[in-house]
């Protein structure tokens, strides 16, 4: 098994669905976390370009190999540890469920980082975030999950994937930066999935013992 090195800041944000890929498959890394200024420093050193290709985390070290970009990372362990479906078809539609989270964290980056100092155009965009974005996508993650066995299993198959283990992150994360859960709530097979997925013995000691931060 390679030693894992798993580089982010002091956060959930982009790195976690690689940390619940890690606590489902029961596999140790060492979780390497940064407060900003520890990054600035860290970033700017002689061996930056080498151990960060893009200049930004989270990154992956294995066995010294070097994997950046949250979604690379995340895919990549969900292949080594049997959470990325058993054809390439069940990988699509793994694909199809965490690009479409993606759309949200774009939406949820231009609120809280591109406006964050303007406070109307903050507001407008959340305002599209809770209306259009989060319920367009999730009313077609609800019909893609329903079609799966009725929707009281998993996203793709009849086992846990990364689609489930990203689209439980991500909400985490939704929730906390929008202080918003009637969206998720409208859509019931999307929050028993998510309930499901944090009661998975693996994941809920991973949540109880994480560290505590705001998102």
């Not at 976690?16 to 970033?43: M, N, T």
């Not at 909400?171 to 969206?183: F, G, M, P, Q, R």
Request: overall charge negative; charged content about 30%; proline content about 4%.
């Amino acid at each position: 098994m390679p030693i894992y090195k798993l580089k982010y800041f002091a956060s959930r944000g982009r790195a976690e669905p690689s940390r619940l890929v890690f606590a489902a498959a029961g596999v140790e890394y060492e979780d390497i976390r940064f407060e900003p200024e520890q990054w600035q420093s860290e970033k700017e050193s002689a061996s930056a370009s080498e151990k960060y290709p893009f200049g930004q985390m989270p990154v992956l070290e294995a066995d010294g190999e070097v994997i950046a970009q949250s979604q690379a990372i995340a895919r990549y362990l969900a292949n080594e540890f049997g959470l990325a479906g058993k054809t390439n078809l069940d990988k699509a539609k793994i694909d199809m469920v965490v690009d479409a989270l993606e759309d949200i964290a774009k939406d949820i980056i231009e609120m809280w980082y591109l406006h964050g100092g303007d406070e109307a155009r903050k507001a407008e965009a959340k305002e599209k975030c809770l209306t259009k974005t989060i319920p367009t996508i999730f009313s077609a993650l609800e019909k893609m999950l329903t079609s799966n066995n009725g929707g009281d299993g998993f996203f793709v198959g009849n086992s846990l994937t990364l689609a489930d283990l990203a689209f439980t992150a991500h909400t985490d994360h939704h929730i906390d930066l929008l202080e918003e859960e009637a969206t998720l709530a409208a859509f019931p097979k999307l929050t028993a999935l998510r309930e499901r997925v944090r009661e998975q013995p693996n994941i809920k000691k991973w949540i109880e013992a994480r560290p505590k931060t705001e998102w």
